[in-house]
């Protein structure tokens, strides 16, 4: 019986230990779990204001506190983009920061913005080139021509004469690009054929042709002329010439086209571009049939340039059965911009055509916005439009949309509220993209929505962000 109560109490000891041992156990494994959802939430916390932070806000952290490797990665975006917000950010960006490569990079941002802000520092570039990068001196040529500062003109003139030669043929070029007649006279005068290097009688024969002076004609005459100079420099010579517009030049041209080169022939017909006579046009009709693809895209885009009606009929079938697929589609363009009746309908039936591929359609709907939008918009619109309700289409939907929204223009608006408001954030994005350009009152109201949401998602961020622009402009 003793024995018996001995047994009752070590058991129930034992149990009243395991339990200690059990809530203990318990103890320690709340209070980890606590730890851990503290730090997650602290995590978590920091994720989701780093998160909140819309598209434009980001931008503007790289560019007051990022890399220099971020700074031109961003830049090489913007300048992707043609997106000029950014532009006064880094003309100040621009004065404090001394990494040569991110003020390359500015400045060839300024360059696609078309915002001229840094004439002075170039200008300084071109006055001190011994102390400068290759790349940053090269970039200052380019810079001077893009934006034709004529207070170049005097440096331009020093470089070409100076005994050092190192930067004469990008300075004859640029010269070239912002000269007068009187640069031709100074050019003329400055070489001959003893003095020149292949280089420079490249550069001077490209700086005739933007100068477009007359009494440049019988210099480049003699070279596209002369078969033993290189193919290169005749080539350019013939599409300088054409540059020049003398109604005499068309009848040389003609000679040159019976050339077995193939670069001559199609230097002749982007030479014959520059005239709108009879005999041009009729060269021009005939390069639409050369057995050589380069030729006939030359051709195309030269009755592009001169709005040749009577090569409607020949473009048709040239889009219709060219074994070329780039042949094709530039002939859309041409049609496109030529504006036929013909030409158009050909273009709405095939963006319409639920048969043909989507790069067909897309290609048609991308020339008849482009070259004709008041002709094409409601054709590409409906068939926009056709593709929301089936998933199935979603690829053309996105390349239809995306073209769509490059354009500015009234008759977007439904399309563009229709595609904000759709569920598959792609989608919506891309109506967006049309939002920003047009900036349509009745669909603000959507942005703002998204904007609000507590959850967002890409679409949601980028309007939020789009709105902020709004507000900051």
């Known amino acids: 019986m003793v024995k018996n109560k001995v047994c009752n109490i070590f058991c129930s000891f034992t149990a009243k230990k395991s339990e200690m041992d059990f809530f203990s156990g318990m103890k320690q494994m709340v209070a980890l779990w606590i730890m851990v959802l503290s730090v997650t939430t602290f995590v978590f916390s920091q994720t989701s204001d780093e998160e909140e932070k819309s598209e434009y806000e980001k931008r503007l952290d790289i560019i007051e506190f990022g890399l220099a490797s971020e700074l031109t990665t961003l830049l090489n975006d913007l300048t992707k983009e043609k997106n000029d917000e950014f532009v006064t950010r880094f003309s100040e960006e621009f004065d404090k920061n001394k990494n040569s490569d991110v003020k390359e990079k500015i400045l060839l941002y300024f360059m696609e913005c078309d915002q001229n802000l840094k004439s002075d520092f170039v200008l300084n570039v071109l006055n001190t080139l011994e102390d400068q990068k290759n790349s940053m001196a090269n970039l200052a040529f380019k810079y001077i021509s893009h934006f034709k500062i004529q207070e170049a003109g005097d440096r331009l003139r020093e470089l070409i004469t100076n005994e050092d030669e190192t930067f004469c043929d990008i300075a004859i070029r640029t010269l070239g690009k912002l000269g007068n007649g009187e640069d031709v006279t100074f050019l003329k005068e400055k070489f001959d054929d003893t003095t020149m290097t ?276």
Request: proline share 2%.
């Open 198 to 473: 292949l280089n420079m009688e490249d550069a001077l024969i490209q700086a005739y042709g933007d100068l477009g002076s007359p009494e440049t004609y019988d210099s480049l005459l003699a070279v596209a002329e002369n078969e033993d100079k290189s193919p290169y420099l005749r080539i350019q010579s013939i599409e300088a010439l054409g540059k020049l517009g003398q109604p005499e030049t068309v009848e040389k041209l003609a000679l040159f086209y019976d050339s077995a080169d193939l670069r001559i022939r199609v230097a002749t017909v982007k030479a014959l571009s520059n005239f709108s006579d009879s005999a041009a046009q009729e060269l021009i009709l005939g390069a639409l049939k050369d057995n050589e693809v380069q030729v006939r895209l030359a051709a195309v885009q030269a009755c592009s340039d001169q709005g040749i009606q009577s090569a409607v009929p020949m473009l048709l079938y040239r889009a219709k059965n060219d074994s070329d697929h780039n042949l094709r589609y530039r002939c859309y363009d041409a049609l496109a911009k030529l504006g036929s009746d013909d030409g158009l309908n050909f273009l709405k039936k095939t963006v319409s055509n639920t048969k043909l591929n989507d790069t067909q359609r897309v290609k048609a709907a991308e020339a008849l916005l482009t070259h004709n939008f008041s002709a094409g918009a409601s054709t590409v619109i409906d068939a926009t439009l056709a593709t929301l309700k089936e998933d199935r289409r979603k690829n053309l939907r996105y390349s239809l949309g995306k073209a769509l929204a490059k354009h500015e223009n009234a008759a977007l608006e439904d399309i563009c509220r229709q595609f904000v408001t759709h569920s598959d954030v792609a989608t919506s994005v891309i109506g967006l993209d049309m939002y920003s350009k047009n900036r349509f009152a009745s669909v603000r109201g959507e942005l703002e929505k998204m904007a609000a949401k507590e959850r967002p998602s890409g679409a949601d961020k980028k309007a939020k962000s789009i709105l902020e622009r709004e507000k900051g402009n």
